[in-house]
């Protein structure tokens, strides 16, 4: 009985240009990954990054006419919707692996997304080769293109297609997929040192996700009422280990507390979003950075959106 593979196709941009430091980043972001997958509780089989991808094997599973990537996709539903929280991360697809021959590839497609192309009025093939020594994509383009177009009576449309069906070939395989995950970016968590975030209100709560966005280890300092009301947002957009350190609720004490935790722990910055304290308020002792100092209150609104839409 033939087999074929479930894959969750991993890409990044920033880190693809940090030349020979590129590996650091690379492994603490499968680190984080693998963080994520233990948190969610999301059974794999292995995590690799061959050149340019981290390749997560989620499964290995017999051929079934009854087992369609709508299916699959439904499966990993949990996955697709978290994924994009891990920064670093620019895209990712969850794809059905085979060896990568024309022929293999037109029988895929037949037997897990026919659903798919019948549902569809246009498409368009988008081959990419991370190995150059598979088959060229413009031949697979016009292999696969005419098969679907013979098979389906579908039209092409390049610009504007309902369906995308995308295709990687690396280490002598087929990745095969019409989903495309677009993340979040940024570097991976923990590559940079850590900063204090003061949370008091939406827009110190942005100001603190992109300084995670950027690499940073946040702690999240704020009065009781304000962390707790935020809890459950961060819980489902933030996958790490995160501190949450309570205020007194009072300036000079607040003040006093974070430059005790920025000693404790050689914090050297704290992130502010809504609360501009006044000239000299730390006197020089830590720096203050504002990451949204220039966003209305509109465009943050609409940045805090983005990041839970499907929550």
């Given at each position: 009985m033939t087999k074929s593979d479930v894959y969750c196709i991993i890409r990044y941009a920033e880190?693809?240009?940090?030349?020979?430091?590129?590996?650091?980043?690379?492994?603490?972001?499968?680190?984080?990954?693998?963080?994520?997958?233990?948190?969610?509780?999301?059974?794999?089989?292995s995590l690799k990054n061959p050149r340019g991808r981290i390749l997560l094997h989620l499964k290995t599973f017999n051929e079934d006419s009854s087992y369609t990537y709508d299916a699959i996709i439904d499966e990993y539903?949990?996955?697709?919707?978290?994924?994009?929280?891990?920064?670093?991360?620019?895209?990712?697809?969850?794809?059905?692996?085979?060896?990568?021959?024309?022929k293999n590839i037109k029988q895929t497609i037949l037997s897990y997304f026919s659903a798919q192309l019948k549902n569809c009025a246009t498409f368009r093939i988008s081959t990419q080769r991370i190995d150059k020594n598979a088959i060229p994509s413009i031949e697979l383009d016009k292999a696969i293109g005419e098969f679907v177009v013979n098979t389906f009576q579908k039209k092409v449309n390049l610009k504007h297609a309902e369906l995308d069906f995308g295709i990687e070939l690396m280490d002598n395989k087929a990745f095969l997929f019409t989903n495309k995950i677009i993340s979040y970016g940024g570097l991976p968590v923990g590559i940079e040192g850590a900063v204090i975030a003061y949370i008091e209100d939406k827009r110190s709560i942005l100001a603190a996700v992109l300084m995670l966005k950027?690499?940073?280890?946040?702690?999240?300092?704020?009065?009781?009422?304000?962390?707790?009301?935020?809890?459950?947002?961060?819980?489902?957009?933030?996958?790490?280990?995160?501190?949450?350190?309570?205020?007194?609720?009072?300036?000079?004490?607040?003040?006093?507390?974070?430059?005790?935790?920025?000693?404790?722990?050689?914090?050297?910055?704290?992130?502010?979003?809504?609360?501009?304290?006044?000239?000299?308020?730390?006197?020089?002792?830590?720096?203050?950075?504002?990451?949204?100092?220039?966003?209305t209150d509109a465009e943050v609104n609409e940045q805090l959106d983005s990041l839970i839409d499907g929550v």
């Open positions: 880190i693809a240009t940090k030349g020979k430091n590129r590996y650091v980043f690379e492994e603490l972001l499968m680190e984080n990954i693998k963080q994520f997958l233990n948190k969610q509780n999301i059974a794999y089989l539903n949990q996955i697709i919707k978290r994924l994009k929280y891990i920064f670093g991360i620019a895209s990712y697809s969850i794809a059905i692996v085979i060896a990568d021959s024309i950027r690499g940073c280890k946040v702690i999240f300092f704020g009065s009781k009422d304000i962390l707790d009301k935020y809890r459950l947002f961060l819980k489902e957009i933030i996958i790490y280990k995160t501190e949450y350190i309570y205020s007194a609720q009072n300036k000079q004490e607040d003040k006093q507390q974070i430059l005790q935790l920025s000693e404790k722990y050689n914090i050297p910055a704290i992130v502010i979003g809504a609360y501009l304290p006044k000239n000299n308020f730390f006197e020089e002792k830590i720096v203050q950075l504002n990451p949204i100092s220039l966003l």
